[in-house]
């Protein structure tokens, strides 16, 4: 049950009321606000991502790694990939925004860099877990893979699932809480 393409939402028009209301904002000011926003986001995730890529990229180059196993380098070799795509998604915006500079497009915009940082985020949930899972193989053996995905709950709960649960909580009053 999906809106058109171009076309507000009803949630949309309430939260463009809430914002005009409460805030002062114009929809212009609110999606400047909003890609502001999005952007000091993006700056700690992709600080993050990038160094593990560094990481992962200078790994395959020291003397012990031909000696990893095939599932170890399989891990290293998806991990590698996951960090390469979070990155590109991440940054991703920064291209887009260059593409569309002077548009008009910034709505337009902020949707995309939205859906971009959620998917790269994703991304770099499943790398960190993977590069956690593949340098306690070293230490733990089997048990690596158990840690990971603890780790990867964790992540989950932290990133996504607490963040839904308020989301869903505060859905019918948007005006108890800040319309991020």
Not at 21 to 26: A, C, L, Q
Not at 131 to 158: I, M
């Amino acid at each position: 049950m999906g809106s058109q393409p171009g076309r507000p939402t009803q949630r949309h028009l309430e939260a463009a009321d809430w914002n005009q209301t409460v805030r002062g904002e114009t929809e212009l000011q609110a999606s400047d606000r909003q890609f502001s926003e999005l952007l000091q986001e993006l700056r700690v995730a992709q600080t993050g991502v990038q160094i593990l890529f560094a990481f992962l990229l200078g790994l395959a180059f020291t003397p012990r790694f031909p000696t990893l196993s095939g599932a170890q380098q399989g891990v290293y070799l998806v991990t590698l990939v996951l960090s390469a795509v979070s990155a590109a998604l991440l940054i991703g915006p920064v291209g887009y925004h260059r593409t569309v500079f002077r548009q008009r497009l910034r709505p337009q915009l902020v949707a995309a860099a939205h859906r971009y940082a959620v998917a790269g985020l994703v991304l770099l949930l499943l790398a960190l877990v993977g590069a956690v899972q593949l340098a306690a193989s070293f230490v733990l053996g089997a048990w690596a893979t158990l840690l990971a995905a603890a780790l990867a709950g964790l992540f989950v709960l932290l990133w996504f699932v607490i963040p839904l649960v308020y989301r869903i909580r505060h859905q019918d009053h948007p005006q108890a809480a800040d319309s991020a």
